[in-house]
């Protein structure tokens, strides 16, 4: 058991590292809102968004979504800067439809989640941004490793939608532009870490068991800056800073097998590019991670069957180690044919080290395609990635259709295909899930 909630854990955390912008390569109708009739009569406000019904069920035991969903974006614009902000607002009736604990129901029964707010200034060729940031670094879509700074929404594990995966940073930024250059400096007073769930949660990080979240004080500040130059229709970038690691490890405590949540700060840089050569898009990333936290586990005897079964791998400490990473892929957009993005990332530790949970390199491969059809009020999106092993497949496809300018509707499938053989990842098979939405789209300045 232990070992299969230490599996669920790392196969959360992996895919909680995808990109945000894995599951969408074209824009979605949630930001094309129209003005529905009548809508002259509103009064005139900075504010778009799309209230929908949404429902979510796991295909074979149990409802995940049930009720209605509100997402807002405030967007400001005047002398003084602008003033940007998203959130999202959801009534979740399948925790009590389901019967879960009342520390579920209390936690996530009703999200109000503040994704991003800030104000943004240009004064000449340089930009100043203060608040709650979302940062990306990086170029791969599916598989980044150099992006280290935006926090990310854990609580739906891999069924999250693109816009609500990414958690901005409490951030002052500057952006300098200058010709066919670009330079950013990024100051973190207060860093973010990942939500995550625990105990009877569904998409519980280590099902049953409780997790002592980090303290909200004594965080050490962040900060980093990264240098773009432009040319040929391509870019190079480079980047380096100190940054916490989002995703929690853990640290058991003997005396009731209770885990504590370890985030520490770490030194990394690296670099990432993009060229078009031939109608094709390549991509390049490439991070090194200064000592930064890994698990660590050690093997104990089953005690149902001491000598003849395998052994319980049971998570115990963090350890600190260089990390290096990188990824290639190539994008290709196609009026006729839609648009194609194919990734293979590797991570490891520099060094071999039998304490660590895992000391071998991680290989992952991704696919994605989407396309729209009948004058763009249907579009297809989806995209498949290995996790773990080159047998186990994660897939997703949605469609999206507009009914009208100002009203949608989204139908999502997920899967997971175990193929490998393990049993710690038998669970997932249960996980393949449908979503739907019914959403109106609006916008209170028109």
């Known amino acids: 058991m232990i070992r299969t909630k230490l599996a669920i854990a790392g196969f959360v955390l992996f895919i909680g590292s995808i990109s945000a912008e894995e599951f969408e390569f074209e824009e979605q109708p949630a930001q094309q809102a129209g003005t529905a009739s009548g809508a002259s009569a509103m009064p005139k406000l900075p504010l778009r968004g799309k209230v929908s019904a949404e429902l979510g069920r796991q295909i074979d035991n149990r409802w995940v979504f049930l009720g209605p969903f509100l997402g807002l974006t405030l967007d400001h614009q005047s002398s003084w800067g602008q003033i940007y902000g998203e959130s999202i607002f959801r009534y979740n009736a399948a925790y009590r439809i389901e019967k879960d604990s009342s520390y579920t129901r209390d936690g996530y029964e009703f999200e109000a989640i503040l994704s991003e707010l800030y104000w943004k200034k ?83 990080l280590i099902p049953g068991v409780e997790i002592h979240k980090a303290s909200a004080y004594g ?74 936290l890994n698990q660590t586990a050690m093997q104990l005897p089953n005690p149902s069957c001491p000598l003849t079964c395998a052994a319980i ?62 004058r763009d009020t249907l579009s297809f999106n989806s995209f498949v990635v290995t996790f773990l092993k080159y047998s186990n497949i994660l897939f997703r496809f949605n469609v999206t259709y507009k009914v009208t300018d100002v009203i949608s509707t989204y139908l999502q499938y997920t899967g997971v295909f175990i193929a490998s053989g393990d049993p710690d990842l038998r669970i997932f098979d249960k996980y393949d899930r449908v979503d739907f939405q019914l959403s109106y789209q609006f916008d209170l300045a028109k």
């Open 219 to 292: 965080r050490e500040v962040e900060g980093g800056a990264q240098y773009t130059a432009y040319f040929g229709g391509g870019a190079v970038s480079v980047f380096g800073g100190r940054f916490h690691n989002r995703e929690p490890l853990f640290r058991i405590k003997p005396d009731d097998f209770t885990f504590e949540a370890q985030h520490q700060p770490y030194n990394t840089t690296g670099f990432s590019a993009n060229f078009p050569v031939l109608g094709f898009l390549l991509k390049f990333e490439g991070a090194y991670q200064f000592q930064r």
């Open 122 to 204: 240009s004064f000449d060729n340089v930009t100043l941004s203060a608040g709650k940031i979302i940062t990306v670094w990086g170029k791969a879509d599916i598989l980044p490793v150099s992006d280290v700074i935006s926090a990310r929404d854990l609580t739906k594990a891999f069924f999250a939608q693109p816009q609500e995966s990414r958690l901005g940073q409490n951030s002052v930024r500057v952006d300098w532009f200058l010709p066919k250059q670009e330079l950013q400096l990024i100051f973190i007073p207060y860093p973010v870490n990942s939500r995550y769930t625990d105990r009877d949660h569904p998409y519980s």
């Open 313 to 374: 791998t049971m998570p115990t400490d963090v350890k600190k180690a260089d990390v290096v990473g990188g990824t290639v892929g190539l994008d290709y957009n196609t009026t006729e044919y839609g648009s194609f993005i194919l990734e293979y990332s590797a991570t490891a530790p520099t060094k071999k080290d039998a304490e660590l949970l895992r000391d071998d390199p991680l290989h992952s491969y991704a696919f994605g395609y989407s396309k729209n059809f009948l």
